[in-house]
Nanobody, 124 residues
Framework: QVQLVESGGGLVRAGGSLRLSCAASGRTFSTYAMGWFRQAPGKEREFVAGISWSGGSTVYRDSVKGRFTISRDNARNRVYLNMNSLKPEDTAVYYC?????????????????WGQGTRVTVSS
């Protein structure tokens, strides 16, 4: 069992930056691939970024490539999402999730543990 708690969301102007953090409980955190998803009002949840158990492999959705960076610290049971050059279309609730596999994945169905989400609002 893994419990996930996100933090770091907020209101920011377009072009600004935010850093989301996800704190994970459980002694087996390092065996899970991790991901960030987001859900805007009236839209389906979508994959944003994923990272393998070691941090050696990452994958991003096209619209955030070059602006967002996912990383993890297995010693501290943390995963992060650095978001730069934010755009109004990045506005959403962001969720941290854990997949019961070690390799990186962008598949929604691969993720079995979810946090409660943190809201990011980007004003124009």
């Amino acid at each position: 069992q893994v419990q996930l708690v996100e933090s770091g969301g907020g209101l920011v102007r377009a072009g600004g930056s935010l850093r989301l953090s996800c704190a994970a409980s459980g002694r087996t955190f390092s065996t899970y691939a991790m991901g960030w998803f987001r859900q805007a009002p009236g839209k389906e949840r979508e994959f944003v970024a994923g990272i393998s158990w070691s941090g050696g492999s990452t994958v991003y959705r096209d619209s955030v490539k070059g602006r967002f960076t996912i990383s993890r610290d297995n010693a501290r049971n943390r995963v992060y999402l650095n978001m730069n050059s934010l755009k109004p279309e990045d506005t959403a609730v962001y969720y941290c999730a854990a997949a019961q596999r070690t390799s990186v994945t962008n598949g929604l169905d691969d993720y079995i543990y979810w946090g409660q989400g943190t809201r990011v609002t980007v004003s124009s």
